[in-house]
């Protein structure tokens, strides 16, 4: 019963790779969120989704792409694996997108290695 | 344009002490602040957040951080750490009348309680 749940917590490929990352939340949230923590512990978002709707892209190149088939499910999908995507990826959800006050429930994290 | 700056990459401290972590933000509109706290090979979870009222706030574990918007800083507080304490701290802020729910993060604070 897990509310953020991410798979697989562990995924090492080799350049050129295409790969994807799997996020569910059973909370119920409207929202839905991936972040890129690297090397250093820096935590950046990526992506955020609102009811299936894209809200924020932050410059983030267009090999990787977002799915949400419905709010409760957001996936990223990663085309041509590069050294430098070697990182934690989390998924997090939130209730609301609007006002930016509501908590932010994180899974567990994916360990993306590129060799 | 938003961001936090965690003062101290590292903090080193012995069980039973009290500790502070600091955290100053710059923005230019109101923000709500948080910190996190992510165990060893763990998402991230939060201990405390302010959204308006009194300034101290207190969360989970014990932890209180107290807001002072003259000097812009959301310093986190505890009286007496234990080893189980022993984890990276993140402050955050997010954008008050924003509409995207995206949270800007610190670098992060290394807490290292010894026995």
């Known amino acids: 019963d897990t509310a953020v749940s991410q798979t697989p917590k562990y995924l090492v490929t080799q350049m050129g790779n295409d790969k994807s990352i799997k996020c569910e939340q059973n909370?119920?949230?409207?929202?839905m969120y991936w972040y890129k923590q690297d090397s250093k512990k820096f935590l950046k978002i990526m992506f955020s989704?609102?009811?299936?709707?894209?809200?924020i892209n932050e410059t983030v190149p267009n090999r990787f792409s977002p799915k949400s088939p419905d709010k409760a499910h957001l996936n990223l999908h990663i085309n041509s694996l590069e050294l430098g995507d070697s990182a934690v990826y989390f998924c997090?959800?939130?209730?609301?997108?609007?006002?930016?006050?509501?908590?932010?429930?994180f899974g567990p994290g994916t360990r993306l290695t590129v060799l | 344009a938003q961001s936090v700056t965690q003062l101290d990459s590292q903090v080193p401290v012995f069980e039973e002490a009290p500790v502070e972590l600091r955290c100053n933000y710059s923005?230019?509109?109101?923000?709500?602040l948080f910190w996190y706290v992510q165990y060893p090979n763990q998402g991230l979870q939060l201990l405390l957040k302010y959204l308006s009222g009194s300034t101290l706030v207190k969360g989970i574990n014990g932890f209180e951080a107290e807001f002072n918007k003259s000097q812009t800083s959301f310093h986190l507080r505890k009286p007496s750490v234990h080893i189980s304490d022993t984890a990276e701290y993140f402050c955050a802020v997010s954008d008050r009348g924003g509409n995207t729910g995206k949270l800007i993060f610190g670098q992060g604070t290394t807490l290292q309680v010894k026995p």
């Open positions: 923005s230019s509109v109101s923000v709500y």
């Open positions: 909370l119920g949230h409207d929202t």
């Open positions: 997090a959800s939130s209730q609301r997108l609007a006002g930016g006050g509501d908590t932010q429930y």
């Open positions: 989704y609102n009811n299936k709707e894209l809200i």
